[in-house]
């Protein structure tokens, strides 16, 4: 199927694309890290890949990655056309963010990589007990139950 904008559209069109500040991952996460009374973390630091949240105190780096962005393995659908492109971009995606990861972790950090359908339903509290125990902040209860932060 041929693409119904000009080349000119389709790049003003991606461009509106944000690389941060995605209300399904980051903004997503952030409301949930304040829920749970999870502190201590910085975003926009100068690090290899761009963590979407850095743990300082923790050493700890914690990415979100959109099932379609970064091809999850449960949720992507593989776009109809273009496949060779789409197939293309994706798996560089996927070396990207393995190249990252090692990256940080032999430079000493710790890694978490959560998918995007990751930061609701019984994926959740997973989701929060894999950041706590990298930053070292099992201990911490939060403020709220799971059931209200998902509602």
């Known amino acids: 199927m041929a693409d119904i904008w000009s080349k000119r559209k389709r790049s003003e069109v991606m461009s509106l694309v944000h690389s941060h500040g995605n209300k399904a991952t980051e903004l997503r ?19 290899p890949g761009n963590p ?21 393995p449960r949720c992507y659908r593989r776009p ?5 492109y789409w197939d293309a ?5 996927r070396e990207r963010d393995r190249l990252v990861t090692r ?29 706590r125990l990298t930053i070292g902040a099992e201990s911490q209860s939060g403020g709220y139950s799971i059931e209200r932060t998902l509602s």
């Open 29 to 47: 996460l952030i409301e949930v890290l304040r829920a749970h009374g999870i502190a201590g973390w910085r975003r926009r630091q100068k690090l």
């Open 52 to 72: 979407d949240f850095v743990f300082r105190k923790g050493h700890a780096c914690v990415f979100v990655d959109g099932c379609f962005w970064h091809g999850c």
């Open 80 to 84: 109809e056309s273009h496949r060779a």
């Open 89 to 93: 971009k994706v798996q560089r995606n």
């Open 103 to 131: 990256e940080l972790r032999s430079a000493g950090w710790r890694v978490v990589r959560i998918w995007e359908h990751q930061l609701s339903g019984k994926h959740l509290y997973r989701s929060l007990r894999r950041i």
